[in-house]
């Protein structure tokens, strides 16, 4: 197919940062917003405050107010001294920890297959070659897809069992049948997803072009660490932040936010000393909720990065990146691009700065397959 020349009228703006594109200011945010979160805990909460509140007002003879009144600055002083911000604060340290740590120790075989891409193969061997390197590199994806299937329930949906698995084409029947179901939800020997991993090291043993490549003990190596990567990921599932721990957060966090519907009313002006501001609605309670339980529900949705929430990991898009990038390095899909000199060629202090020569807006598209290089 011939190559289009195509104008690219895209501006980047500041806005865009690591790829995502915002149009809006941060606050104004709904997907993965704290208003998200929390519009519907904190409605329930505010019409509980102001049942209490008109209660206490309009429903109760004044000698029972007094002494509602005299429990309200009583649950004000004594909710004053609970340690909630150092005990959310080192929690909520901890979860997003964890979070961003099992997020790298997710593997990419981007550096497997680029040693595979690198081993110099016999003339006349080009298609086993080939055939070796694809097969390798899909063994990786197929350990990959069975080992955090096991803790993403975005997976285990979309292949609850290894027939669908099988479709995709990741793994033959016959390899399947050697594999077994992967239904077992045992933590320790009720999985065989480090098995691709072994038919790799075996293959990449048994191959004469690998083995006696100068690489040869990089890509071992490299497998080792890429099912090194994968076991970290399972121990962040098997060893969970310890029960105790989150349940007295959340204690702690609901505890004071229900004596605070009774320590936060405002009481009626009677005697010099008495709070002289009446307000119906709890303003400063109002921050303080969004605040505190919006810390709270940040950890409840990074707890689990391998779940359905917005915040969670993307391993379905993550898994089909693999897979393209990976086959597309081991492939024998295109020649290197032509050997010529740059134009920094002959510079003796050559700098990074715009070249007016040089038509930065036209860019190459090429159709292969189903890919679009640009």
Known sequence: MKPTIIKSKRKVTPEQILGETRTALILNRWSSSIWKLLWKDLLVYTILYLIIGLVYRFALPEEYQIHLESFIKYCHTQNAGLPLTFLLGFYVSLVVSRWWSQYCSLPWPDTIATFLRAVKMKEGGEEEARITRRTIVRYCLLAYLLCVRRL?????????????????????????????????????????????????????????????????????????????????????????????YSQVVHLAVYFYFGVSLISEQWIIWRKPGDEEVDLYYPIFMTVRFLFI??????????????????????????????????????????????????????????????????????????????????
Do not use: C
């Open 152 to 244: 993403s329930i975005k997976l285990r949906k979309k292949f609850p069992t290894m027939r669908e698995v099988i479709q995709t084409g990741l793994v033959t029947e016959a390899e399947a049948e050697r594999i077994g179901e992967e239904d077992s939800v045992r933590q320790h020997g009720g999985s065989n997803w480090w098995m691709p991993l072994l038919w790799s090291t075996e293959i990449a043993e048994n191959d004469v072009n690998i083995s006696s490549a100068p690489v040869y003990g990089f890509i071992q190596m490299n497998i080792a660490g890429y099912r090194q990567k994968l076991t970290d990921v399972l121990t962040y599932g098997h060893v969970p932040i310890p029960l105790v």
């Open 293 to 374: 339980f919006g810390w709270l529900r940040v950890a409840e949705t990074l707890y689990n990065p391998f779940g359905e929430d917005d915040e969670d990991f993307e391993l379905n898009e993550l898994l089909n990146r693999h897979f393209k990038v990976a086959m597309t390095i081991v492939d024998e899909h295109e020649d290197p691009p032509e050997l010529k000199k740059d134009i920094f060629w002959n510079q003796v202090d050559p700098e990074l700065i715009e070249h007016p020569e040089l038509d930065v807006e036209e860019v190459l598209v090429d159709y292969k397959e189903d890919f679009i290089f640009h």
